[in-house]
């Protein structure tokens, strides 16, 4: 066999792969269309101008819609989505909140930002978290549970709700990455007390940058609107359910969506069953072409059915060989990387010494303290050191596929 590119041999491709913006790349003559009229009207604030078109407000209504969820609220960023979310059902200065042990930082950012501690739990070889874990977690300073579908997975959200429930903590849903996957027939998204959504760059459907967070209950939607809009909630009175209730008095930020967001958000929602569709299909592709490959296991699929397909997920059987694969994957042209560097949240530097804009604050809040080291979560430093994944985009060729499947036969061959 040919060497390693990695080691002077010729690379699989003489050009990569092309990076998966799943949503992203599908940007096209619609959402041009679309800004460009939100911009004849030269009205870009979703809430007045000369001739607002509501695109925003058109957004909400289709995506919780499609979500089965009575209030939807867009937003800047994912980031926000999930701290308005936390702020909605009441997370604050004093509370613990349960997040998985691995999660883009943002997770456990948000968690700070509403001025409460993240507690790691445990993740398993889905590389999402292990409901029994919410029982050896819960104390009485514990507030919530976020749950991360990570990258495409969906969580076991039944029984992440049901011992939730028993400990009387929130359930906010994190599906920034997992748009469009579903757990036993429902949608990620459609569980929790609340849940955010992105539309990042690197998300399944995208504005850029932006964001969705959605509830079924009239209170926690109040708070999260004024949190979202210095403490106004201008649309009240569309509510019927909320319009005779007295004011939520609170101060608020400015987290909201503008128009050529709602406008892209709106074209990009109505993209989103085929983008999972096609993603899907490449990745059943690659895996079954993978499924011999000697000592490599994959991620399980906690619904199968409800996979969003945007990552395929390997566990190799050391650190060491995870590590090559990376580097010899990236050198034939299609790299397969570690989720997050291949450690846990808390293992990032200024993670791990709690370190904030404000110093230890929300840290030093707690009476017990909270600490995070190496070795905190055994179980989820093993497994996220040893993974390796690759994503899809609807954009990937034929030959692009058989170009990831070569590869990773390549280097399975020098590697395992
Ligand atoms: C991307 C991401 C976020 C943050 O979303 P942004 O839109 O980038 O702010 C939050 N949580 C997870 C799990 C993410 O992957």
New binding site residues.
């Given amino acids: 066999m040919e060497k390693l590119a990695i080691d002077g041999g010729a690379p699989v491709r003489a050009t990569p792969i092309q990076v998966a913006y799943p949503g992203g790349r599908q940007i096209g003559a619609e959402e041009i269309a679309a800004v460009t009229e939100v911009l004849s009207y030269k009205s870009p604030f979703r809430y007045y101008g000369p001739e607002p078109q509501y695109t925003v407000q058109k957004f909400e209504r289709a995506f919780a819609e499609k979500f089965g969820r009575k209030y939807a609220l867009g937003t800047t ?6 701290l308005i979310a936390l702020k909605g059902v009441g997370v604050g200065p004093g509370d613990k909140v349960i997040v998985p042990a691995l ?2 930082v ?2 456990a950012g ?1 968690v700070v930002a509403a001025g409460a501690v993240p507690v790691f739990a445990e993740i398993d070889d889905s590389l999402s978290l292990v409901p029994s874990e919410i029982d050896r977690l819960a104390d009485a300073h514990t507030k919530a549970v976020v749950a ?1 579908p ?1 990258h495409g997975n969906p969580c076991r959200m039944e029984e992440i709700m049901q011992r939730a429930r028993a400990h009387g903590l929130k359930v906010v849903e ?1 599906v ?2 997992s748009c469009g996957s579903k757990y036993h027939g429902k949608y990620s998204g459609s569980y929790g007390d609340a849940a ?1 959504f ?3 760059l ?2 399944i459907i995208s504005t850029g ?3 969705v967070v959605v509830t079924d209950d009239p209170v926690v939607f109040e708070r999260m609107a004024r949190f979202h809009d210095q403490g106004s909630f201008r649309e009240k009175d569309k509510y019927p359910e909320l319009a005779g209730q007295p004011d939520i008095q609170m101060f608020g930020q400015n987290l909201r969506m503008n128009e050529m967001s709602g406008a892209v958000a709106c074209i990009q929602l109505q993209r989103l069953d085929g983008i999972v569709a096609s993603m899907r299909e490449k990745k059943a592709y690659v895996k079954a072409a993978l499924s011999d490959l000697p000592g490599v296991q994959f991620r399980t699929i906690n619904d199968p059915d409800g996979d969003a397909g945007c990552t395929l997920c390997m566990f190799l059987p050391t650190r060491e060989q995870a590590a090559r694969w990376g580097e010899a994957t990236a050198a034939e042209g299609a790299g397969w990387w570690f989720a997050y560097g291949g450690v846990p949240t808390y293992m990032i530097p200024f993670v791990r010494d709690q370190l904030t804009a404000d110093g230890h604050y929300p840290f030093c809040l707690l009476d017990e303290p909270v600490r995070y080291y190496e070795g905190l979560c055994p179980q989820s430093e093993d497994v996220c050191c040893r993974n390796v994944e690759i994503n899809f985009d609807p954009t990937y060729t034929q030959a692009d596929l058989d170009d990831i499947i070569a590869i990773a036969k390549k280097v399975a061959h020098y590697v395992l």
């Fill in positions: 960023s994912g980031t926000a989505a999930l999660s883009f943002a997770t948000a991360v990570l994190d920034a990455q955010a992105s539309m990042q690197n998300k940058d932006g964001g």
